[in-house]
Each structure stands twice: as C-alpha cells, then as structure tokens.
C-alpha cells in the first residue's frame, strides 16, 4: 500500500509539472506579426484556363482566408504540446519540404515516409503518398491528429485551444465572418494558404513561351532528352500529371487516362521487389512534382536517394523488374550517357522557381 501511495503521488507531480511546464511553453510563444496591408495571394502565375482545379465552392480563396491559413501553417500551438507547426516538416527554403530523409514530429518520433515539399496542389485531386485523401481541407487536419507528427488526437481540443490565443477571434471573424474557431475553418484556411503556393514562374515557365530562347544548349539538349527517356509521361511540369509536357505546351491527358483508368498520378517504379511500405498497394506511390528538384532532396517515398544522380541510376541501372512495374517503365529505354544525363539536369534546374522560396507571403509570420 505504502509503495501505491508513493507511486501515486510521483505520479501526481510529474503531471503537475508536466502541466506547468506545457503552460510556460504556451506563455512563451510568439505571436504572428502581420502587415498592415492584406498579401495578394488570390492573384496566381498560373493560367486559370486550366481543366482541374480542386478549390471547393464553399471555400474560394480570400486574402483574409489564406493570411489566416498562413498564422496556422507556422503556428506551434497546432500541436500538442507547443513544438511543431506545420512549417516545421515544410521549410520555404527547401520548397515546402525539409531536406531530411524522415521527419521527427512533436515527442521526437520520426515518420515513416519522407516529407514531400509543397507545390501547386490546387491542381490535384489526391494527397500523401499513398493518395489515400482527395480533399485538401480534409487532409491538412490529419498531420495535426498524428499520433507522431503533431499529436492532437482529439481535434476539437484544438478549436478550444486556438479560441483562447487572442489573435485567433479576429483573424477567424475578418476571414469567415464569425470569431469562433471551428475545425472546418481551421482545414479551409490552412487549405486556401497550401493552394496559394503556386509555380509559375520559373525558367522554364519564360521559356515555354518563347520557344526556349532563354535556355542554354545543354538546357535545350536535357529537355529532348527528357521527351526521349519518358519522364514526360510520369512528371508533369505543374505539378500534377493530369497535365503533360509535350515539348512547347501544357496539355491535358483526357483525365489522366494513362493510369489503367484510375485517373491517378501514381506509379510503382521498381524500388524494391519487396515493398515493406506497399503505399496504395503493390508499391504504387504518388508521382511527386519535380518543380525545385535541387532542394526538395532526398528522393522517393523514403528517401532513399540522397542525389539526382541516384535517382538517374535508379532508373538507367536499377529498376526491379516487379510484377506489378508501370508499363511505361517495363519497356523503356533509358539509356544515356554521362553527358545525356548533365544535360538532363541542367533541364530539370530550369524548373526552380524563386518565387516560391523568397516571397514573404509565404514565410513564417511568428519570427518576424
């Protein structure tokens, strides 16, 4: 009994100080340090002619709405105990990834699956690696309610949460019209910043429309080479492989229809024979964007690959032939040479886009 009673009172004072010290670290946060004047992130660098977009009609973008999704993109307080925000795992320096093969979430666990940088999401109908979500405002609560990323399993704890942080109620009433925080606006806000972060803009996007007069020899060489090779048929430059590069223009594949009739930009692309993550199945796993391919390393759903250079050998030398391989890799020839594959970088480099990693739209508004 003596022995229940110290244990119970241990217990007592670790939950006590447990208490104390998660509220020392909500007193200490920082609060977000916004403009005067509302950032303009309904104004896009991409042609909004395009066949798909996944806006919903009940939450067409604002300026207020994404500002508000940018406060809880970087906010701390998201996760359970004050030490992850969103931005933690997607830097802006590194594309909206994080340069790390596995993420470690809010109690020092790591994830299982590489964390993938943000791009022009707003024309995708499918998120995670495995594709297992179809709505953006759905998804972007899931992250919060992770056992191992951010740890809120019970996400109306989160709406009392940011209701008691004073710079939520108007924040929530400028952009929706009401000062309660609920986790429907909390998944509409966060979902209008993600969509907000668009490419457009890079050297390829100038070159499109100038039949490549900027890009150097090589460039010109690597973008043949890259209609050559396929990688055309996986990786659109969007984003997304409902559109595919044909060379001068962005066009659309009638759906998507290259997937078996999925509609999906998926692919199992010979990783492994084996796969102990089979992703939606099979070792199918969501074919990433290859816009800021120099920063969003390491590669794959695991990132495995450290360098383009191993992702290039991978698909010259390494694909395993598995059962269940993307047939436009069971007969592909990828054969190039040391100068064939220089040049195919040089062209996938046309496809940074500054914009993405300097506008301060897009930054972290608590370390101002």
């Known amino acids: 009994m003596k022995n229940l009673l110290f244990f119970s009172a241990l217990l007592a004072l670790v939950l006590v100080s447990c208490d104390k010290e998660l509220s020392q670290s909500s007193a200490a946060l920082p609060v977000p340090v916004l403009p005067d004047q509302l950032f303009d992130y309904t104004t896009s660098d991409i042609d909004s002619g ?149 490419s457009g803009s890079s050297r390829f996007d100038i070159g499109s429309t100038t039949d490549f007069e900027n890009f150097t020899a090589i460039e010109r060489t690597g973008l043949a080479i890259f209609k050559r090779v396929g990688c055309n048929d996986c990786h659109s430059v969007l984003g997304n492989s409902t559109f595919f590069f044909d060379g001068t223009n962005i066009i659309d594949f009638e759906g998507g229809g290259f997937y078996g009739g999925t509609g999906e930009d998926a692919a199992n692309i010979g990783l492994d024979m084996h796969y102990a993550d089979q992703g939606r199945g099979n070792g199918v796993f969501k074919v990433p964007s290859l816009r800021n391919i120099a920063l969003t390393a390491p590669y794959m759903h695991d990132g495995r690959f450290n360098t383009l250079d191993e992702v290039l050998d991978h698909y010259q030398f390494g694909v395993q032939q598995h059962e269940n391989l993307d047939f436009r890799l069971k007969n592909a020839n990828l054969d190039m040479t040391l100068g064939e594959r220089e040049a195919l970088k040089a062209f996938m480099l046309t496809l940074h886009d500054d914009r993405l990693v300097s506008d301060v739209k897009w930054s972290d508004p608590f370390s101002e």
């Open 50 to 198: 395009f066949a798909f977009d996944n806006t919903p009609s009940d939450n067409i973008m604002t300026n207020e709405g994404a500002q508000l999704g940018r406060v809880l993109f970087y906010d701390p307080a998201l996760s359970i105990n004050n030490r992850i925000s969103c931005g933690t795992c997607h830097s802006q320096e590194f594309s909206f990834a994080d340069g790390k093969q596995f993420s470690e979430g809010y109690a020092n666990r790591i994830t299982h699956r590489n964390t993938p940088g943000l791009v022009n999401l707003r024309f995708s109908n499918q998120f995670f690696w495995d594709m297992s979500q179809h709505s953006l405002e759905e998804q972007v609560i899931m992250p919060i309610q992770n056992h191992i990323e951010m740890g809120i399993e019970d996400i109306e704890y989160l709406s009392e949460k940011l209701q008691n942080k004073d710079y939520y109620p108007p924040l929530f009433e400028q952009a929706f019209g009401t000062a309660e925080v609920t986790t429907d606006n909390i998944g509409k806000a966060l979902a209008q910043f993600i969509r907000s972060m668009d």
